[in-house]
């Protein structure tokens, strides 16, 4: 199983940026794609974003594409999320996560928490 430590989260304005960062433990890594979700206060999980092993193909939530990016480096083991324009419905803990298969996900970090104010 794969080890999954997110960074990068703070307190940010609306119109801001963050970029999170997750590190994988372990050579599988590569071979997975991995996503970021994440999780509002008295809101259930979502999905922000995906990427496919090679960098290949990338899928976002509807309410994220055109501001967040998602990327990843192989060689590093890590997968990154390039937050720009910032808005205070994006404030939640983020996750990542390995796709072992369709819509299943599992090796959750323990997330960060990423704060917009208005």
């Known amino acids: 199983q794969v080890q999954l430590v997110e960074s990068g989260g703070g307190l940010v304005q609306a119109g801001g940026s963050l970029r999170l960062s997750c590190a994988a433990s372990?050579?599988?890594?590569?071979?997975?794609?991995m996503g970021w979700f994440r999780q509002a206060p008295g809101k259930a999980r979502e999905f922000v974003a995906s990427?496919?092993?090679?960098?290949?193909?990338?899928n976002y939530r509807d309410s994220v594409k055109g501001r967040f990016t998602i990327s990843r480096d192989n060689a590093n083991n890590t997968v990154y999320l390039q937050m720009d324009t910032l808005t205070p419905e994006d404030t939640a803990v983020y996750y990542c996560?390995?796709?072992?298969?369709?819509?299943?996900?599992?090796?959750w970090g323990q997330g960060t928490q990423v704060t917009v104010s208005s």
């Open positions: 996560a390995r796709q072992l298969y369709g819509s299943t996900w599992d090796s």
């Open positions: 372990g050579r599988v890594f590569r071979t997975y794609a």
């Open positions: 990427i496919t092993w090679n960098g290949g193909s990338t």
